[in-house]
Structure formats: C-alpha cells, structure tokens
C-alpha cells in the first residue's frame, strides 16, 4: 500500500514564475491538506480539501491555490514566486478531515 | 494570534532512559491534538493522538497526557533509544486547522 506520494522532489524556480506541486493521497483517503515548512520551523498550514472543495484556509495568499480532482489527488499551485517561498511543500492525507494524518516526503521548493 | 508553541527548542537524554516532551497550546476550542516526529529530510512521521474528551493515551512505548486545565500536552516515550532522535512537533486541531509547534530537537546519548 503506497503512503502519500509528492511529486517531483525537488524543484528549482525563477522569482516570478509559477509553480505547481502534486500529491496522491494514501489508499483509501479522501481528505489532503497542504503546508509550508520553512528550514528549522514547523509546518504551516496552507488549506485543506475534502470533497474537491477547500474546506480550511491558513494565513496565505491568494498566490497558493490549490484543486482536488474526483480521485483524491490535488495539486497546489503558487503564483508570482517569492525568494521567500522556498521551503519544503507537505502534503498530508486523511480519511475525513480531522482525522489521522499522515505526511509525504514534500516537495522542496527552492526560488532563486 | 493563538499558536502552539513548545517549551525546550532541544532535549538531550541517555540511551535508555525515558524522554518527555512538553508543548503549551493556547486555542482552548482545539479538540484534536496530535505528536509528530520528524527525521532530516523526510516528511512529519505520525506518533500518537489525542482528542480533548481523554487526558492520557497510551501507544508502542509512547504516553500522551493532555492537560486541558492549563492547556498543556507532554509526550512520553519509554526506553529512549538512538532511533527515537529526530524533531519532535505537537499539532492541535481547530475546525480543520492544524497548528504546528516549532519542535523539540530529541538527541539520544549512546
């Protein structure tokens, strides 16, 4: 049973640019949650989607969107990239929000 | 604003003993909260939860107390060994909002 799946790993962009980060979630979940973890912090909470609706929404943004597709997966999309917005992306799942979550690898996001 | 926040940045303890872990929150409408452990380069790694109608859970060498009171959560792992190194994160819940603490450094002493 595959846990949750980032792709790609690793990610380089150019201050401006757009950038856009996926995730499957683990078998059998329905609910993925996306955050921002900058080097030597915890993570922040960017939003959540369950129902292929955003149900939760941090303190980001209108540069971070994000989509659910009929399958669980989801995408999060960053706009008009900041040197400030590298850092490692997580992408959590659970069965129903507020639930047991559980983390992928991340994408680490480096803009230069 | 609210936020988790956690009392040590780092703890250091021998092989073998037992390591306790401390985290105040302050959203007193938090009914989930949660103990990560992450490794370098890898992503938060589930340990334990508790939801706010309990005040202890017990896991594979691993305790939770949650104090409500004072608005507190510790987590206690039994036998330390040099595996159980790595950054440990407490999460409370609200309405779908996780919060973060910015984590506690665990290093085992061989």
């Known amino acids: ?112 | 604003g609210e936020s988790v926040g956690l009392h040590l940045p780092t703890l250091s303890v021998q092989e073998g003993d037992n390591s306790i872990i401390n985290c105040a929150y302050s959203n007193s409408a938090s009914d989930y909260f949660i103990w990560y452990k992450q490794e370098s380069g890898k992503g938060p790694q589930f340990i334990i939860d508790i939801r706010s109608n309990m005040d202890k859970r017990q896991g594979q060498r691993v305790t939770v107390l949650l104090n409500k009171t004072v608005k507190h959560l510790s987590l206690q792992i039994a036998a330390t060994q040099p595996g159980d190194s790595a950054v440990y994160f407490c999460a409370e819940n609200n309405n779908n909002d996780m919060r973060f603490g910015a984590g506690t450094r665990l290093t085992v002493k061989p």
């Open chain 1, 1 to 112: 049973d595959a846990g949750v799946t980032q792709s790609p790993t690793h990610l380089i962009k150019t201050r401006g640019q757009q950038v856009t980060l996926r995730c499957s979630p683990k078998s059998g979940h329905d609910t993925v949650s996306w955050y921002q973890q900058a080097l030597g912090q915890g993570p922040q909470f960017i939003f959540q989607y369950y129902e292929e609706e955003e149900r939760q929404r941090g303190n980001f943004p209108d540069r971070f969107s994000g989509h659910q597709f009929p399958n669980y997966s989801s995408e999060l999309n960053v706009n008009a990239l900041l040197l400030g917005d590298s850092a490692l992306y997580l992408c959590a799942s659970s069965f129903r929000p507020n639930t047991e979550a559980f983390f992928g690898q991340g994408t680490r996001l480096t803009v230069v």
